[in-house]
């Protein structure tokens, strides 16, 4: 029940699950392409009309294997047994080795054949949920160290609050004792008045942080009733570094993200897939010319299934063609491939804006919270100064 609430938790379950399942689709893709084995067997009884009796045999194993220029090479090794049980004493056991490849030459060769773009596509899938996965992470870690930096902060902040409540009540207590022959008693009210406002503050921020804390558990999969302590030394560090430069020009830092960020790669890529896409079903318009070729040799006859006589290798070679009249389908689905080209155009180009308009905004931030904090450190000094 806890983990179900942990939402950092499920997020990286779904990455995880899209990981396993674009592997498990590119395992299945790389299949296609390695060595296919088969083997069967299958047996007859036959009775003719003048009560012969035979019975057969046959019996086939081979490979195939698809290649990446889109043919397909197979060798297959056959076994024929054939016998008379009455009348005729004929029987025959021939075997048979052949060699076939079909290669298409012009629609489907190579790159453009449907298995290998499949193929190719599983694979990027891949490399995008890992970087999807990635991306998650660091963002992740990112936002880990803010809600503890956030932490510290709340906890200084109680201490502030504190401090207030502690020194109102002094004051409320100062008041009280001269208001006996000094100061009116209105200015007793309006001290206890501001005394109660700091404790209302105090308890707020002692109860905002506890539940900001509750959060940060979930967040790492801690249980709610573990003791969590933090370490003020890291705020203080950071305190005495002060602010660390980032001389980083706005187009530069464009230029990096556009090599360097997972999601932004992802976007790039997946426009790329889209253009590949139109190519591949351009391609579909073209007439099927396949290359047959087959090659093939049986053994010596009748009976003697063993035994090959190289010389009398039977082989052929041929040509197919399949003329482009009906390409109603290929039409339609190359039209379909253009939209959403189209569409993945104009998403990577507000994907890349988008990039932009937020490097110059966090750059913008990074100056205004430079000028913040240094005005705040010139308020300090003044309220110190006021205190003392």
Do not use: C, W
């Not at 296609?32 to 009796?53: M, V, W, Y």
């Amino acid at each position: 029940a806890f983990e179900k609430q942990n939402i950092a938790f499920m997020v990286s379950l779904a990455f995880a699950i899209a990981i396993d399942a674009s592997a498990l689709t590119l395992t299945g893709e790389r299949y296609e392409f390695g060595p296919q084995f088969f083997a069967s067997i299958g047996g007859n009884l036959t009775r003719s009309s003048n009560r012969d009796q035979s019975g057969s045999v046959g019996s086939q194993a081979g490979v195939s294997q698809l290649l990446k220029s889109g043919g397909r090479l197979s060798l297959n090794l056959a076994n024929d047994i054939l016998r008379y049980y009455t009348g005729d004493p004929r029987r025959s056991v021939v075997s048979s080795i052949s060699v076939n490849l079909v290669q298409p030459l012009l629609r489907g060769f190579g790159r453009n054949n449907a298995a290998v773009e499949s193929l190719t596509q599983a694979e990027r899938n891949v490399v995008y949920a890992v970087r999807n996965f990635s991306f998650f992470q660091d963002q992740f870690a990112l936002e880990i160290v803010n809600d503890y930096f956030d932490l510290l902060a709340q906890k200084d902040v109680i201490r502030n609050r504190y401090t207030n409540y502690l020194s109102r009540v002094q004051a409320t207590k100062r008041l009280e004792a001269r208001s006996k022959d000094r100061d009116p008693l209105v200015e007793v009210d309006q001290a206890r008045q501001a005394e109660l406002g700091s404790k209302n503050n105090y308890v707020n921020a002692v109860a905002g942080y506890r539940n900001a804390l509750d959060q940060f558990k979930i967040k790492l999969g801690l249980p709610l009733g573990e003791k969590v302590y933090l370490d003020d030394d890291a705020l203080s560090e950071m305190e005495q570094s002060g602010l660390v430069p980032v001389p980083l020009d706005p187009d530069a830092a464009y230029r990096l993200a556009v090599q360097k960020q997972l999601q932004i790669l992802n976007a790039i890529d997946q426009f790329e897939d889209s253009q590949r896409k139109v190519r591949v079903s351009a391609d579909r318009f073209k007439p099927d010319l396949n290359l047959l070729a087959n090659a093939s040799l049986d053994s010596a006859r009748p009976t003697d299934y063993t035994r090959f006589d190289p010389d009398q290798i039977r082989a052929g070679v041929g040509l197919e063609l399949d003329l482009p009249i009906d390409r109603l389908r290929e039409r339609n689905n190359y039209r379909a491939t253009l939209v959403s080209f189209e569409a993945e155009l104009r998403d990577l180009t507000l994907t890349l804006d988008s990039l932009k308009d937020s490097i110059q905004r966090g750059l913008r931030t990074l100056e205004q919270r430079r000028q913040n904090y240094q005005i705040q450190q010139v308020a300090l000094k003044l309220a110190d100064r006021r205190v003392a």
